[in-house]
């Protein structure tokens, strides 16, 4: 079975502090993506990454920025925490050309004070 | 814009049928996928539908039509264990690649 662990279930930060929100999947997949999870909104992309060192924005990408040193291992950084960061974020990776298939990790609730 | 619209709130008994609906307007259309989310949970992948049709696994069954935007998720013999949010999501180009967009998400109350 395919599992994408999350650093932290919950974290509690402050406005200003520089956070880092940790993925990993062991199945050796290329793609790598980060997402927000708010009420009524769904799932949106804010950073995807097809392989090493490699990442494109997606959707809602401001206030935010990733890093993808090894394959397995796919950041999540807010260099400024705000409250309207406020939220869920989901990790997701798939394997091959795809996007299709993403297996999801359990989620980090966040909370800036 | 890319928007997909599906219901926010679905009810129903157990043993019943229920069809969430998903309707999307895109710019670039590969597939359309769907997920389920229980309270806590991670999203979990249901199905794919790349082509226009019925896709049928167990209980659960998928429908596309390319040409009508539009896709169902029809779940059967429903149990209470399917209350949960079920998000239908479209693989779109994107700068090359492609991504997942995904809609607001039903909530499904399954009864006894």
């Known amino acids: 079975d395919v599992k994408v662990t999350q650093s932290s279930r919950y974290l509690v930060k402050r406005t200003g502090e520089k956070v880092f929100l940790e993925c990993v999947q062991d199945?050796?997949?290329?793609?790598m993506f980060w997402y927000r999870q708010d009420p009524g909104l769904g799932l949106r992309l804010i950073y995807f990454?097809?392989?090493?060192?490699?990442?494109e924005k997606g959707d809602i990408p401001e206030g935010y920025s990733v890093s993808r040193e090894k394959k397995e291992r796919f950041s999540l950084i807010l260099e400024s925490a705000s409250t309207n960061q406020t939220s869920m974020y989901l990790c997701a990776s798939s394997g091959g050309t795809s996007a299709d298939t993403q297996y999801f990790g359990p989620g980090t609730r966040l909370t800036v004070l | 814009g890319q928007s997909l619209e599906q219901p926010s709130e679905v009810t129903a008994v157990e043993g019943a049928i229920v069809q969430i609906n998903c309707t999307y307007q895109t710019s670039g259309f590969y597939g359309l996928s769907w997920y389920q989310q229980h309270d806590g949970g991670a999203p979990t992948f249901l199905s794919y539908n790349g082509l226009d049709g019925l896709e049928e696994t167990g209980r659960f069954s998928s429908f596309l039509s390319r040409s009508d935007s539009y896709g169902y998720l029809l779940l059967q013999e429903l149990q209470m264990k399917d209350s949960a949010s079920y998000f239908c999501?479209?693989?779109?180009?994107?700068?090359?690649?492609?991504?997942?967009?995904f809609g607001a998400g039903t909530r499904l109350a399954v009864h006894p």
């Open positions: 999501a479209v693989r779109a180009p994107s700068g090359g690649y492609n991504k997942l967009i």
């Open positions: 199945m050796d997949h290329e793609n």
């Open positions: 990454s097809y392989d090493v060192k490699m990442k």
